[in-house]
């Protein structure tokens, strides 16, 4: 049993510890096609990781022939530090993207030549925008950021120019641009990115893929050198990447996919858990595991996932299983409704404060939104409150503009050096070179500053860590390590609370999440128009709450600035999840929820508000109780007596009258008329109801 004396020597412990049995049966399947379907929290991640390192240490495999894939840098990053402390060195575990750029850059002089080529990254939209004018199509920022999106979408799913307005017809795409425009758009941005030597991220796919289909010696040489693959979040694969990945196996069945299709959140770009949910069509011998526990939150906040996914509808939703959360109680969740984003902030700034002084590390805590702008108003409040922060998770840590000019002067700091021994130790030749590009020995106060501080100083914590770990480490070195960790996307942990957006927060987890801005327009989206894409705002909600492993706090504001009318209701997700809730709140978030109100006979919409309130339109036939109404008016003339108003203000004649038409038997279907809000449900509600009770039909 080398294994067993391996791990001995090496003090690691057996992979399959820490797992429970169906991981442990995913974890220690055979070579050959493993598929595990579970919702958020149940250790997919921690699965596969598992896996990997049991197929090496059974000897199967060795860490370099691993190729594990995901969807975010951050989650990539994850799943290389969760190997690393299995003892795996080696493997490689990168996003898509990274994995095929990686690719490329190796294969590309066999395939293509000596021609180089550049990533379009920063300047697409201006190409957009170029290609847009040759066209005569509009190019404000808004309109030209749609019309990239859909290219991106159509690149992802394989769709041609000269397809795309066949195909755009079917699906219904809409873009507010003729299909054809659309497509002689996307030809001329083809065309353009080709002249100028430039791939966007979807050809990195496409090259890629398109390097192992037609060149058999590089299929040969990729395949003698990865043999095994894993893939994490298989339910957002698109058509492109799912093509790349069939090149990666070349017929080959070493594959273990995880994924959660209640957690599909990027269907709009193209991806789908099609190939999740029929994997074991397409491998009918393939191990399946399902697993249930989840080991991530406290039982209030699964229960609380429990029932925001409960709701779900459409394919996705037929594979869910309910949560069984492990873990031991924790706090509820919380739910508040502010007047305005500013304040909102602050209370969540305020919380955070509290949490961080009761002791949770900042790294801990995370405020998830939306869209990105949402940001900004996050950051102003918690640097009030003195909290460090970092924004999507330094993601794009290497894009920005502090660290390249820090990279930049390093680099030419150890030019210097040039193979001589380091002047002095590594440390404080890193503090000495960023010093000259404005780290300071203290953090300054506020916000855009003090982010980047911290990015700098994680800079120098790297240093450190590598001064610790190697013998007289010199700025090549360090240099060296910053180079591989830029290319792989892997950028250095930043302490602070982490600012980021439901789609970037995938997969991830903190001990304390807000998830903030929940109202309607925000999520759903405005632009989330068909269920599809509700139910996709759903989805992205329930990746939202499955984050938290402890608290959890949510809230919404009325209006976007301070003063500002209050004019968007709270998020529809929350019906029914808001403790004690009035039933007339619940009622008006229906109302908001977009749907218009139609007539209960014929179900056509209705404007009027007097055919609102009856809740027929004026062309159906009344159903009026005559009787009820008799008795309801008698009510009125006795109560408006008591209380000395106007009968009127009790009720108005058409409120009752809808009363008598619709005979509501409880609460909520009182409060659904209009005309009822929560006060006359307070005043009234119990004696009306009486009313109706006691006239029986
Ligand atoms: P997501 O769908 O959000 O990606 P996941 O299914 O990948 O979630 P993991 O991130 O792997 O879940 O696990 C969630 C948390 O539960 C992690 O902190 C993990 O270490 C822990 N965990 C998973 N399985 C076990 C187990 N058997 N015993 C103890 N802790 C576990
Ligand atoms: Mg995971």
């Not at 309109?143 to 990239?148: I, K, N, Q």
């Not at 690149?155 to 425009?181: F, I, M």
């Not at 043999?227 to 694969?237: A, I, S």
């Not at 508040?336 to 984003?341: I, K, N």
Request: proline share 6%; hydrophobic share 40%; glycine share 8%.
């Amino acid at each position: 049993m080398p294994d067993v004396a391996d791990a001995l020597r090496t003090g690691l412990r057996d992979p399959l510890d820490g797992l429970d049995p169906e991981q442990r049966a995913a974890a220690s399947a055979a070579r050959g096609p493993v598929c595990v379907l579970a919702g958020a929290g149940t250790g997919k991640t921690r699965t596969i990781t598992h896996r990997i390192a049991y197929l090496v240490r059974q000897g199967h495999v060795v860490p370099s022939q691993v190729l594990a894939v995901t969807f975010t840098a951050r989650a990539a990053g994850e799943l290389r530090t969760r190997l690393r402390r299995l003892g795996v060195e080696g493997a490689q575990a990168r996003t898509f993207h990274a994995a095929a750029l990686r690719q490329l850059r190796y294969f590309w002089p066999r395939v293509v030549g000596d021609a180089p080529w550049e990533l379009l990254d920063r300047q697409k939209l201006r190409l957009v925008g170029h290609a847009a004018t040759t066209l005569d199509l509009p190019t404000g920022t808004e309109v030209l950021r749609d019309l990239a999106a859909e290219i991106e979408w159509a690149k992802a799913s394989l769709v041609g120019p000269e397809d795309y307005p066949a195909v755009a017809a079917r699906l219904h795409r809409q873009v507010g641009q003729p299909a054809e425009k659309v497509a002689r758009l996307y030809e001329a941005y083809e065309r353009i990115k080709t002249d100028r030597r430039l791939l966007d991220f979807d050809d990195l796919l496409l090259h890629t893929t398109a390097a192992l289909e037609d060149h058999r010696g590089v299929a040969e040489e990729f395949r003698d050198r990865y043999r095994c693959f894993v893939v994490d979040e298989y339910q957002d694969v698109t058509p492109a990447q799912q093509r790349l990945l069939d090149a990666w196996l070349g017929g080959r069945d070493d594959v273990t996919v995880v994924g959660d299709a209640n957690q599909t959140i990027y269907s709009f770009g193209g991806a789908s858990p099609r190939p999740l949910l029929d994997f074991t069509r397409r491998y009918p011998d393939a191990t399946v595991v399902r697993l249930e526990r989840d080991y991530r939150s406290t039982p209030q906040v699964v229960g609380l996932a429990n029932r925001v996914i409960g709701a779900a509808r459409g394919r996705p939703a037929g594979s869910r299983l309910a949560l069984v959360g492990q873990r031991a109680d924790g706090p509820e969740p919380s739910f508040a409704e502010h007047p305005d984003e500013a304040s909102e902030a602050g209370a969540v700034a305020a919380r955070a404060r509290e949490l961080i002084d009761a002791g949770t590390d900042p790294a801990e805590i995370a405020v998830l939104f939306r869209v990105n702008a949402q940001s900004e108003t996050y950051e102003q409040a918690l640097s009030d409150f003195g909290i460090p922060y970092v924004v999507r998770g330094g993601e794009r840590f290497f894009a920005r503009e502090e660290i390249r000019q820090a990279m930049s002067a390093l680099r030419t700091a150890a030019s210097r050096e040039n193979g001589a021994e380091p002047e002095r130790p590594l440390v404080p030749a890193v503090r000495g070179v960023l010093a000259r590009v404005g780290l300071t020995a203290q953090p300054p106060p506020g916000g855009a500053a003090r982010e980047r501080w911290n990015g700098l100083h994680a800079l120098v914590e790297l240093a450190e860590e590598l001064a610790a770990t190697t013998d007289g480490a010199g700025l090549s070195r360090y240099v060296g390590e910053l180079e591989q960790r830029a290319a792989a996307q892997h950028p250095p942990e930043v302490g602070g609370v982490t600012l980021a957006s439901l789609h970037a927060a995938k997969g991830l987890e903190w001990d304390a999440v807000f998830l903030v801005g929940l109202a309607e327009g925000t999520l759903p989206i405005q632009h989330a128009s068909d269920d599809d894409a509700i139910e996709e705002e759903r989805r992205l909600f329930y990746v939202g709450v499955t984050r938290a492993r402890e608290h959890l706090a949510l809230s919404w504001s009325l209006s976007r600035t301070p003063g500002g009318r209050p004019h968007r209701g709270r998020s529809r997700f929350l019906h029914g999840l808001v403790p004690d809730e009035h039933p007339a709140s619940r009622v008006r978030a229906e109302r908001g929820a977009g749907r218009k109100p139609g007539c209960r006979v014929c179900g056509a919409p209705l404007s009027s508000t007097m055919d609102i309130k009856l809740g027929r339109c004026g062309r159906c036939p009344a159903d009026v109780d005559h009787d009820l109404l008799t008795r309801l008016k008698e009510w009125r003339v006795e109560r408006a007596r008591e209380l000395n108003v106007p009968p009127f203000v009790v009720f108005t004649d058409a409120t009752l009258r809808a009363i008598a038409e619709q005979r509501p038997t409880d609460e909520r279907a009182l409060v659904a008329i209009s005309g009822i809000g929560a006060t006359k449900l307070d005043r009234f509600g119990a004696e009306v109801l009486a009313v109706v009770h006691s006239t029986g039909s």
